[in-house]
Every structure is written in C-alpha cells, then in structure tokens.
C-alpha cells in the first residue's frame, strides 16, 4: 500500500497574499513534515467585511507569486465544491481525496474566534489542527472558548511527523520568530493592489490548480 500525502491546508481569503503567509506556510512543513500545503483561497469569508476585498481573481494571483519555488498550491476549489464554510469544505476534501491525510493550518488569531466558526468542533474531529503563533492574538487563543474545549487534545510536533499517528482532534501549538506583515497594512499603502496585479487580465476566467491541474495531475493515484 501507498503511504499518505501529508498536505497542510491554510485557509483565509488572501487579501492579498504576502511575504508572512508564505514565511508561516514553510515553517509549517519544516516542523509538521508536511510534502505540500495548500492554499484555499476563499470566495468570501462569513467572519470578514467584504467592502474592501479584491476579486478572487486577484487574491488568487497574488497567491500564486507567493507560491513559487516552494511545495504550496493556491487552490480556490471551494468553487468547484460548492461550499462556503470550512467545515464543509474539508469534510468534501477528506471524501474526494481519500488518499491524503490533512491537517487544518491556522494563526492564533483564528483561534481566538474559533468558537464562532460553524461546526467548529466538526472541524476538529475531521483532520488535526495546527495553530500557529501570532503576534498580539496569543493570550486571546489561549484564553478562547475553543481552546478550553481543545486544551484536552495538545500533542507535541513529533507527534504528528510520525506517521500513522494523525487522528483527530488532536492541536499542536506551534511558535516561531514573530512576522508582523499583514494584508491589512499592504491595502492601506496600496489601494489599487488588485488592479495592478491583475493588469490585462481583469476578465480572465477563474481557473483552479486543483480542479483543472494545469500544473501536474494533483488527483491521487
């Protein structure tokens, strides 16, 4: 039998990808053992305003230079399987890639409001939850409803770089030299990033790596 992929997957909508997102994405990997992340770029976050977001479009491209050279996909499957909420989407990404063993990536900024997520203890059973330090959002995770139901179920790294010993939940806490980059800092120095980004190819089709595999055939064997 054929080991499992160990892929992460970060969430968030991306807005616009940076320097910090790709930083924690190959920290991840180093510490987890992961083979790949990917990125899913989501069509709309129910939990962020949506007066200042860019097109997907754009969010997705600003991805895919950050992705470079690096074991990361930008994805926006969401699309393709119709969901609009994380627990949804990995419960169809778990049945579709059966083959794949996942852990769910995220900064301690999302666990602060993990509780408000919907289904979030769903979540937690699907596939094992790496958070991800953050700069001025740690003593709200730590102290966060999500975290006093998830405190239980803290294994170390190691544990998940060893194979056959991903069940779920299971939460590892990770901590590396705090990156005070942000999207929100990068709109306000410029506000035409999605234009510029973009140029020529405002009304280019959405195409996603995942679901039309214009790289390499990402379908399991």
């Known amino acids: ?124 059973r699907t596939m094992p939850i790496a958070v991800i330090a953050r700069p001025g959002y740690d003593a709200a995770a730590m102290t966060s409803p999500a975290m006093a139901w998830l405190r239980r179920y803290i294994v170390p790294a190691a544990g998940f770089r060893t194979r056959g010993q991903w069940s779920a939940p299971a939460l590892v806490l990770l901590r590396f030299d705090p990156d005070h980059r942000s999207a929100t800092a990068i709109r306000r120095a410029h506000a035409g990033w999605a234009e510029q980004l973009l140029g020529k190819d405002q009304d280019a089709p959405v195409r996603d790596r995942l679901t039309f595999r214009s790289i390499r055939s990402w379908e399991d064997a």
């Open 1 to 124: 039998m054929s080991r499992p992929t160990l892929t992460g997957l970060l969430g968030g909508s991306f807005n616009p990808a940076h320097g910090g997102h790709r930083r924690i994405t190959l920290f991840a990997q180093e510490a987890l053992g992961l083979e790949e992340t990917w990125w899913l770029v989501s069509p709309g976050n129910p939990l962020k305003p949506q007066d200042d977001m860019g097109s997907l479009k754009a969010r997705l491209r600003s991805t895919e230079r950050q992705a470079r050279r690096a074991r990361i996909v930008p994805s926006a499957i969401e699309l393709d399987l119709d969901t609009r909420y994380t627990v949804d989407t990995l419960r169809k990404l778990v049945q579709r890639y059966p083959k794949r063993r996942f852990v769910w990536l995220m900064g301690a900024d999302n666990l602060a409001q993990f509780h408000l997520w919907k289904g979030w203890r769903r979540i937690a």
